[in-house]
């Protein structure tokens, strides 16, 4: 099996052609819902919303190594969901009517960089429960980790972004 990296950089490589297919309007709506869907996550996760969850769930039995778990299957469940119904049916559509290969595949890539860093990100800090990662990572697997979406950018990060695209689809 190759490197784990690799899966997720063909990923991010494919959200860049699907965004080039779908135009950079429907891109940014994409775009405001990821970061809408991260900001949920991480408030969730490291504000004391998350704190009561954890206690909760330690006192029911269940341990630190499952907690993680836990946490990184529903952060990647909620991920899923909210991409596939951005990318499914209608959604925000920024206004614009230029057509834009450039600024359409930069988008696709950013809601790669979006979408499968942040997979990555929770799926690494739950010790991969879906698969069989062996942990002999390359020096571009142990760079790339430390610049994820999640591991950079806190949720008020998430929140102030995805509030000013929300204007922009507003004001014309």
């Not at 775009?31 to 006192?59: D, K, N, P």
């Amino acid at each position: 099996m190759g490197p784990v990296e690799v899966v997720f950089l063909i990923l991010i490589g494919l959200f860049g052609a699907i965004g080039v297919v779908r135009g950079w309007q429907r891109e940014l709506g994409v775009t405001t819902m990821l970061l809408i869907t991260l900001f949920v996550i991480e408030f969730v996760l490291t504000t004391s919303v998350g704190q009561r969850i954890e206690s909760f769930l330690t006192g029911a039995g269940v341990s630190q190594e499952q907690l993680l778990v836990i946490e990184s299957m529903a952060a990647v469940g909620l991920l899923l969901l909210v991409t596939f119904i951005s990318y499914q049916g209608l959604g925000l559509v920024y206004p614009g009517s230029s057509k834009n290969s450039l600024l359409s595949l930069l988008i696709g890539l950013l809601n790669g960089y979006l979408f499968a860093g942040s997979l990555w990100y929770y799926l690494a800090r739950a010790n991969w429960p879906l698969a069989n990662v062996v942990p002999d990572y390359s020096q571009f697997y142990d760079f790339f980790v430390q610049i994820l979406p999640p591991a950079i950018f806190g949720w008020q990060f998430f929140i102030l972004l995805a509030v000013a695209m929300l204007i922009l689809r507003v004001v014309r």
